[in-house]
């Protein structure tokens, strides 16, 4: 049971600002997901939250108290570590019950609590083997489990898969969004992959250089991206951006002329653009289509058979690459020329200032 | 395509290293073998030869007189006397450079302003070769006319004393322990600047502090290399001869004589060359059981 807020929140160091003024408030029992590239200072805020780097300005509370100059096991929050952080010497049980014996909790009701958490954690088998026994899922459960009986207002994961495979990190990912049902706390997590924060996340926070670029759930991120950076960060293959000019618009539709190819029409209703903006088309590869006599040309470069679909690479005649999601039995092959069509009512118009013009309401079916 | 090619041809180096490594060896081993046979085996083996030998070097020739220098050598009260002044000696040195090593390792990890220089000089003493460590301490700080402690002492109001008439094994110890605290603190400090910063913050968000994050973090942590400085320590130490011979030659009576340093008097004083190698046999004896014992503990912290 948590409610963190964050205002104006930054970090600087001696020669470099960090976190640049950030403002969230993350509710009780939500699941958020801070995602970004390397250096965009993710991880740092998640230390700040932990109290394991100090507040260089700002407020962060916890349940209404101000949590700036709290101690880090004092504010009742847990954190995973990306490296486990095992204590190499004791067991598992003894790992998983050492935040008890420092905050002198008597010795059965450890027992007992450390029981139930790896009973949760299906590791009852294994508590009194050191962590150089365990496999790297149980390493990482024995670290979960760790948080648990702590019993925390809160979970902070900094990047806790990225050491584990392919098939147990997507195992995982399920396991930790039960949990957060389960334990019904709030859960902050750390990463660098997309993939991870779309499964996973009530909200996103899209964090780059040190300031938040957008902030929300995982399809409004997908279908409303606020700007230029959130909406290339966002989905996998990249979202294609393509820049052209602004000739005509009506009630329902911007007309863009693009640069090197046609005029695309983009479902615009209460947008306020004149003709002869310059903007950028945002159109993403699952919603552009390869159409005969469409308005964007160029070479299928390279064309990837994925099964269920298949990846077209495109060089268009300026040189840059355009990728679209064509489905299974997309007769193209490399060399071929093609050319494709935006969805119009799927396609994102961001301004001169790399903003979004566009931010429609978007119903799930 | 590409990928496979790869993996075939790794696979086939390791198969060939395989092989190479079933080549027959022992002749490529056999010059080192040698060398170590002549250099150690051999005056062993003579060792043992004159132990059994009534071979004093005053009235030649040796003659074989069965096991009578072992009999004499158990049977003779100095001989005990020595072997527990080694073990007050090596475990004495052992427990200062282990507790002052570590705090020193501890203190020295901290971030503070002329911190290199500061390892740099408490590193230093273990540069200093043991004679004229000795003679340092000797002159310069434990004479009681000129001497620094008992420059110190009359300060305070107290009579200087005679370090090495009064108290004879612990100036031996003292002397022993500023040459081997550098060495534990060495060892030491490299160790705790590899401990796992993670480590330390889940210690920090676990709520262990101060005195509980030395005692069920870093102490443990250090029990490895601390087993290890007690190892090399104890095979120095057991040898150790120098300062004893710089200092108080064993005196006064036989209050500093070791083990290492009866053999010497035996030798080299009594010229009896005989009782001496019994002496010397009994010591490696000794010594061999010790480092069984200590090699063992340390493999099994090295696996932990």
Known sequence: ?365 | MDQGVAVTNTSTEVRSGRSARQVNTLPLLLPAVILLLLWSILPLLRTIFYSFENYNLMTPPAVFNGGLNYRYLFTDISTWIAIKNSVVLVLGVLAASVIFGTLIALLLNNDFPGRNIARLLAIAPFFVMSPVAALIWKNLLLDPVSGLFGWFMTLLGLHPIAWFSTAPMLSVVMIYSWRWIPFATLILLTALQSLDTDQLEAARMDGAKGFARLRYIVLPHLLRPISIVIMLESIFLLSAFAVIYTTTNGGPGDATTTLTYLIFIKALNDFSIGSASAAGVFAIVLANVLAMFLIRAVSRNLQA
Not at chain 1, 9 to 29: N, P, Q
């Open chain 1, 1 to 365: 049971m948590a409610k963190l807020i964050l205002q104006n929140v930054e970090k600087r160091y001696e020669t470099f600002h960090a976190i640049k003024g950030i403002d969230l408030s993350i509710d009780d029992r939500e699941f958020v997901v801070f995602v970004g590239p390397s250096g965009c200072g993710k991880t740092t805020l998640l230390r700040m939250i932990a109290g394991l780097e100090d507040i260089t300005g700002g407020d962060f509370s916890i349940d209404g108290v101000r949590a700036n100059d709290i101690p880090p096991d004092k504010r009742g929050l847990a954190m995973v570590f990306q490296t486990y952080a095992l204590y190499p010497h004791m067991t598992v049980a003894e790992n998983m019950g050492f935040a008890l014996k420092m905050a002198k909790v008597p010795r059965d009701e450890i027992k007992a609590k450390v029981a139930h958490a790896a009973a949760m954690l299906q590791l009852d088998k294994v508590l009194d083997r050191r962590p150089k026994a365990l496999s790297g899922g149980q390493r990482q459960r024995v670290a979960i489990g760790r948080a648990i009986v702590r019993n925390p207002k809160g979970f902070l994961f900094d990047e806790p898969l990225s050491n584990l495979d392919a098939a147990l990190r997507v195992q995982m990912r399920t396991e930790l969004v039960k949990l957060n049902k389960q334990l019904q706390t709030t859960m902050i997590y750390v990463t660098h992959d997309q993939i991870e924060a779309m499964t996973m996340a009530d909200r996103i926070v899209v964090l780059h250089a040190g300031i938040v670029e957008q902030v929300g759930s995982p399809l409004e991120l997908y279908n409303n991206p606020a700007n230029l950076f959130v909406a290339g960060f966002i989905g996998s293959p990249k979202m294609n951006l393509l820049e052209g000019v602004v000739t005509a618009r009506d009630d329902q539709h911007v007309e863009v002329k693009l640069d090197d190819a046609g005029t695309v029409a983009v479902m615009a209703a209460r947008i306020a653009v004149a003709p002869g903006t310059r903007v950028t088309v945002g159109m993403r590869p699952e919603h552009t289509a390869l159409v005969s006599d469409g308005p964007i040309g160029g070479v299928a470069d390279f064309v990837e058979h994925l099964g269920n679909e298949t990846l077209v690479y495109v060089k268009r005649p300026d040189g840059r690459q355009m990728i679209v999601k064509a489905d299974d039995l997309a007769g193209v092959r490399m060399g071929d020329a093609v050319t494709m069509a935006p969805k119009g009512d799927r396609s994102v118009l961001f301004g001169p200032d790399g903003k979004a013009l566009l931010r429609r309401e978007f119903h799930l079916h």
